[in-house]
């Protein structure tokens, strides 16, 4: 079994900033894409950004400049640090991982996310 637990997340005024971690733990072999997605009340989830196992990453273009992706291998855990933070980056933030273990190569696992709430 793998679990992903968040933390990180709050009220923050805008222009301000906030670090989001996500650490995995669990029956795990290798962790391949770990990202962050978000989803805003009456909206559909949408991807933030993701960062390989080699560490190069992608993020949406609403965020490109402001949030930043990173991990620490050794710790099998990814942050997000959002800065210039808008009231339209309040949703609830949800990390994801393509996990390998024993007896599958690619397990997806979510967590269980955590709000950011960003007020004007």
């Known amino acids: 079994q793998v679990q992903l637990v968040e933390s990180g997340g709050g009220l923050v005024q805008a222009g301000g900033s906030l670090r989001l971690s996500c650490a995995a733990s669990g029956s795990i072999f290798s962790i391949n894409a770990m990202g962050w997605y978000r989803q805003a009340p009456g909206k559909q989830r949408e991807l933030v950004a993701t960062i390989t196992s080699g560490g190069s990453t992608n993020s949406a273009d609403s965020v490109k400049g402001r949030f930043t992706i990173s991990r620490d291998n050794a710790k099998n855990t990814v942050y997000l640090q959002m800065n210039s933070l808008k009231p339209e980056d309040t949703a609830v933030y949800y990390c994801?991982?393509?996990?390998?273990?024993?007896?599958?190569?690619?397990?997806?696992?979510w967590g269980q996310g955590t709000l950011v709430t960003v007020s004007s």
């Open positions: 994801n991982a393509d996990v390998a273990t024993e007896f599958v190569f690619h397990l997806e696992v």
